[in-house]
């Protein structure tokens, strides 16, 4: 039977590179809001041999993941695994300016939707799948108010369900990526040096390697 693996995030940087390398052994399906970069996504995983099923949508829409989630059970029965890179980078800023959108958006996307998506995917998770959280150790440091308190919170959450269901699966995972040249940390770090930064399929095979070790 084919194995499954739900990617949040999968357009581009680590979540397009986690994608990328399950892609031999998993049907992956690609949830992210820019359709080209999913169509270039597909394009990749169907030249190793994979196959993929796009899901354009934003992972905030309710309905949207409803749908997505029901349509996983209808054709597969289950999930094997669910890696969720999804993330709301706000900009960076002091937290005494911290804009009133920004942080709503943060809470909505980082943590509001990371809480709903592990009601909906957990039971396609049974006992025996996985599911991967990508930390990003940023929470207090200056400027990143908006962003650091919600992606620790995102993690928070991860961390209860992983300690909840350390005994009766599924399993929880909760890597910690080397800085990457991505969009989101150029967006935070514009015009730094990115030739140290780790390649993003690097960092997906070391988290992989971790995961199944």
Not at 51 to 75: H, K, V
Not at 112 to 129: E, K, W
Not at 146 to 158: D, E, F, N, R, V
């Amino acid at each position: 039977m084919t194995q499954t693996a739900l990617i949040t995030g999968a357009s581009r940087g680590l979540g397009a590179a986690m994608a990328s390398a399950l892609a031999p052994t998993h049907h992956i399906i690609a949830v992210a809001k820019t359709t080209g970069a999913l169509e270039e996504l597909d394009d990749e995983i169907t030249a190793k041999g994979g196959a993929a099923t796009l899901a354009p949508m934003d992972i905030g829409n309710d309905a949207a993941m409803q749908t997505l989630c029901r349509g996983i059970f209808d054709r597969w029965g289950s999930l094997d695994m669910w890696v969720h890179c999804a993330i709301h980078a706000a900009p960076l800023a002091p937290t005494s300016m911290i804009d009133a959108k920004d942080m709503s958006k943060s809470i909505a996307g980082n943590v509001a939707a990371t809480a709903t998506l592990i009601t909906y995917i957990a039971p396609l998770l049974g006992t025996s799948g996985k599911a991967v959280f990508m930390d990003d150790p940023v929470a207090g440091q200056s400027f990143y108010g908006a962003y650091g308190a919600t992606k620790a919170a995102q993690i928070a959450l991860a961390r209860s369900w992983q300690a909840e269901t350390a005994k009766t699966g599924p399993q929880v995972h909760i890597a910690t990526p080397q800085p990457m040249p991505t969009a989101t940390r150029a967006r935070f770090h514009p015009g730094e040096d990115r030739s140290p930064l780790a390649n993003p399929a690097d960092e997906a095979a070391r988290i992989l390697s971790e995961i199944n070790g």
